[in-house]
């Protein structure tokens, strides 16, 4: 009776230990229980599976024949697969597609397959012709997203990756490839917690950071010691936008320059094709609110909105080859902004769009690339802040979402790095006026500088 009694209570302790393992570490209770359960499922249910799903075909002739000698019918044949991999949020295989079989039939059969497997989720992408990579999720991954103990694998400078997607792989903000990006959310969506994210990352890398913000800065105010400047107000804001074209022009003289010194210079169209010696460095441009920009409520501040959107269109057209992107923010952003808004958002081919109030913005920001990523973000809970679709202008899109930091922890990583702040001429005069106060890395001060970037009064 005793030794029941232990074995009860043993078995009782273990059960409770997985699901407290369960609902605190998924990723330990997925490698120790969940893969082994799930991969067994898949291999002993595949064959049955993929021909409820309609994925099979009718067996080859010699197989038929095969079948006919000893009195019994050639089953339909399924995609040939690898062995099912672990990897963090679940497992992946290979397939390779039978004669007539299209990706599309395999896509279509997502959903029925992650019944039939019991999986959160089953992702099909093909990789090559003729193959298939099947992912499966174990659980919701973007329900608790946190900073990996292992740094994701980037690829340098300008390349961050920011947002873990529903796949279990990284979103990964690539400005060489993708220069200019949209970022819509309304109030407490999660947009400015990716956009801590993004600064975090690019405050470790020897970029020029610029901020533009006309809500007296109060959004970017707290990353200044990292910035090579900020406006925040309008006029701040009309001044900074010519100063970034004089760079921008600068930077294209320098690149004829450089392409007719000689015979055998290498010809190049961008900055990235200078030597590492007379490089620029690289510009990200930071607008936060950016119907800020687009509000007038008189003549003349219609003339400057005119000029200020013409100034952020000259740069999205060619800032790319001089080394200076765009991120433009927003909690909305339709064509009733005003004259410009449009042919903006057609040169920010990176979309993030959080959750929004209205239906146009999330039109705005994706119904270009898929009207299905638009129904997506109009469907984003108010209760799941962070969640964002991610969309790119090749079509494809996914959900992601951001680790949580705070502001106090991206100030500090900013304050942390202020000694990399590059030096750029044009830009000195508009130099947050509370910067220079800050102490260098690894020093800390009794007193924080009030966190406006001018005075209100001028």
């Known amino acids: 009776m005793t030794d029941t009694v232990w074995t009860l209570t043993l078995c009782l302790v273990a059960l409770v230990a997985l699901l407290v393992l369960r609902r605190r570490m998924p990723v330990a209770f997925w490698w120790l229980v969940g893969y082994p359960?799930?991969?067994?499922?898949?291999?002993?249910?595949?064959?049955?599976?993929m021909d409820a799903c309609g994925l099979t075909v009718p067996a080859s002739a010699v197989r038929r024949a095969?079948?006919?000698?000893?009195?019994?019918?050639?089953?339909?044949?399924?995609?040939?697969?690898?062995?099912?991999?672990?990897?963090?949020?679940?497992?992946v295989m290979r397939l390779r597609m039978a004669a007539g079989q299209a990706p599309e039939d395999f896509i279509a059969s997502a959903d029925r397959l992650r019944h039939a497997w019991a999986a959160?989720?089953?992702h099909i992408r093909p990789t090559k012709p003729?193959?298939?990579?099947?992912?499966?999720?174990?659980?919701?991954?973007?329900?608790d997203v946190r900073r990996p103990l292992r740094r994701p694998k980037d690829g340098g400078l300008l390349s961050l990756p920011l947002a873990l997607r529903d796949d279990g792989r990284w979103?990964?903000?690539?400005?060489?490839?993708?220069?200019?990006?949209?970022?819509?959310?309304?109030?407490?969506?999660?947009?400015?917690?990716?956009?801590?994210?993004?600064?975090?990352?690019?405050?470790?890398?020897?970029?020029?950071?610029?901020?533009?913000?006309?809500?007296?800065?109060?959004?970017?105010?707290?990353?200044?010691?990292?910035?090579?400047?900020?406006?925040d107000t309008p006029d701040r804001a009309n001044e900074l936008l010519d100063a970034l074209l004089d760079e921008m022009e600068a930077r294209f003289r320098l690149i004829g320059l450089n392409s007719a010194v000689g015979p055998d210079t290498v010809l190049t169209s961008d900055v990235w094709g200078l030597p590492e010696k007379v490089r620029p460095v690289p510009v990200v441009v930071v607008v936060d609110e950016v119907a800020e920009l687009f509000l007038a409520a008189s003549r003349d501040d219609e003339k400057r909105r005119d000029?200020?959107?013409?100034?952020?269109?000259?740069?999205?057209?060619?800032?790319?080859?001089?080394?200076?992107?765009?991120?433009?923010?927003?909690?909305?952003?339709?064509?009733?902004?005003?004259?410009?808004?449009?042919?903006?958002?057609?040169?920010?081919?990176?979309?993030?769009?959080?959750?929004?109030?209205?239906?146009?913005?999330?039109?705005?920001?994706?119904?270009?690339?898929?009207?299905?990523?638009?129904?997506?973000?109009?469907?984003?809970?108010?209760?799941?802040?962070?969640?964002?679709?991610?969309?790119?202008?090749?079509?494809?899109?996914?959900?992601?979402?951001?680790?949580?930091?705070?502001?106090?922890?991206?100030a500090a990583v900013c304050r942390a790095t202020s000694a990399l702040v590059p030096e750029l001429p044009h830009l000195d005069a508009f130099r947050p006026a509370f910067a220079a106060a800050v102490e260098p890395a690894g020093t800390t001060s009794p007193v924080t500088p009030a966190p406006t970037a001018r005075p209100v009064t001028e």
């Open 66 to 91: 095969t079948a006919r000698l000893v009195g019994r019918e050639a089953a339909p044949v399924p995609p040939r697969r690898s062995f099912p991999l672990p990897t963090g949020s679940g497992l």
């Open 120 to 122: 959160h989720a089953v």
């Open 307 to 410: 000029a200020m959107v013409t100034k952020l269109i000259r740069i999205a057209q060619l800032g790319r080859a001089a080394g200076i992107y765009l991120e433009v923010c927003g909690q909305r952003f339709g064509s009733e902004l005003g004259k410009g808004a449009t042919m903006l958002r057609a040169q920010l081919t990176g979309r993030i769009c959080h959750r929004v109030n209205d239906e146009s913005s999330a039109n705005m920001a994706l119904a270009d690339i898929s009207p299905e990523a638009a129904l997506a973000a109009t469907a984003i809970p108010a209760e799941r802040p962070g969640v964002t679709i991610v969309g790119d202008s090749s079509g494809g899109w996914s959900r992601a979402r951001s680790p949580h930091v705070t502001l106090d922890e991206a």
């Open 171 to 231: 979103h990964v903000r690539d400005f060489r490839a993708v220069p200019h990006e949209l970022i819509l959310g309304a109030t407490q969506s999660g947009k400015s917690v990716y956009l801590r994210n993004l600064l975090c990352g690019l405050a470790r890398q020897p970029v020029v950071l610029v901020g533009i913000d006309c809500k007296w800065g109060v959004e970017l105010a707290p990353f200044a010691p990292r910035l090579s400047a900020l406006a």
């Open 130 to 143: 003729g193959w298939l990579e099947l992912r499966l999720i174990g659980w919701d991954v973007l329900a």
């Open 37 to 49: 359960l799930v991969a067994l499922r898949v291999i002993t249910t595949y064959r049955a599976t």
